[in-house]
């Protein structure tokens, strides 16, 4: 019997529930970290980007309006879905990042655990953030987070897994939807969760995953007056600086890169950061001739 030919993946990108290539036609090399080619990743391009805002707003209705609960229930379907393609990504971390297959499968553990961990929070964080506040006056007055809108995600550079699930999972356990732009040098890891995506709960557009040099991309997605928010943790710090200049000029929520430690259990930061505060006052009334409010 002669030997197989190799069956060689193509990496897509993953736009409105859809996976296409980019729109430029454009590829580009990725290679592990000894410099052995491993797959050639689309470069995306401008058109690219404004095509995943638009995915990415026309999702934002349906998932910031659906229960958090039902959020919950959404993200552990995509842990449960990582799980059973445990070994995929523990082989794609190793390669990504230059790890043994041990400590490559303790990373990709960890990220599942990290996922589950951010999808028990989507029906607790309001009670942490929001609630009634005390007032001079027969007034109810309650406070209740809701999620910012579209979150352009610039994934960490060096952690392609862990960083990427840490910095996107509180973006959309939070009712935001993403434009998701991976590592550079290590977007296959980020490439192939958008398929576990696609074969989950999640809405198209909820998540849209860009590859390619990630100044190109950024620009575009800093400057668009339809995002609203965008983290920077994976732009360096002149990047970071001309990016948050461009997203001033719509007022967008920017959160600049900052040393962290993904393997550490997170605060809840990062979803506090993509959330807006609406406050809502009430008249109690009165009961009876004392006027006693209730």
Do not use: C
Request: aromatic residues 8%.
């Amino acid at each position: 019997m002669s030997d197989r030919l190799t069956v060689l993946k193509t990496y897509k990108l993953y736009v409105g529930g859809k996976f296409p290539r980019s729109e430029s036609g454009r590829v580009y090399e990725v290679t592990d970290s000894k410099g052995k080619w491993l797959a050639n990743a689309p470069l995306s391009s401008r058109k690219d980007a404004r095509d995943a805002v638009v995915a990415a707003r026309k999702a934002f209705g349906g998932w910031s309006g659906a229960t958090a609960y039902n959020r919950g229930q959404v993200l552990y379907r995509v842990a449960e879905m990582l799980e059973g393609r445990r070994d995929q990504f523990t082989r794609e971390v190793a390669d990504a990042e230059g790890l043994s297959k041990s400590k490559a499968a303790a990373v990709v553990d960890a990220t599942i655990d990290r996922w589950v961990w951010y999808a028990g929070w989507t029906d607790k964080i309001a009670q942490v953030v929001g609630g009634g506040n005390p007032v001079a006056g027969p007034f109810f007055n309650l406070s209740s987070p809701e999620p910012t809108g579209v979150v352009a995600v610039l994934a960490p550079q060096e952690s392609s897994f862990l960083g990427l699930v840490s910095v996107l999972a509180p973006v959309i356990a939070t009712g935001n939807t993403a434009v998701v732009v991976a590592s550079e040098k290590s977007p296959l890891p980020a490439l192939s969760l958008a398929e576990v995506l696609a074969t989950s709960d999640v809405p198209g557009g909820v998540v849209n995953v860009l590859s390619g040099r990630t100044a190109e991309i950024a620009t575009p997605l800093a400057s668009h007056q339809d995002v609203n928010a965008i983290d920077l943790a994976g732009a360096d710090e002149v990047l970071a600086k001309e990016l948050e200049i461009a997203a001033a000029d719509n007022l967008k929520r920017v959160l600049r890169p900052q040393p962290v430690d993904y393997v550490e259990t997170p605060g809840i930061d990062r979803m506090t950061a993509f959330l807006e505060t609406k406050t809502v006052w009430h008249p109690t009334g009165s009961l009876g001739a004392s006027g006693s409010s209730y």
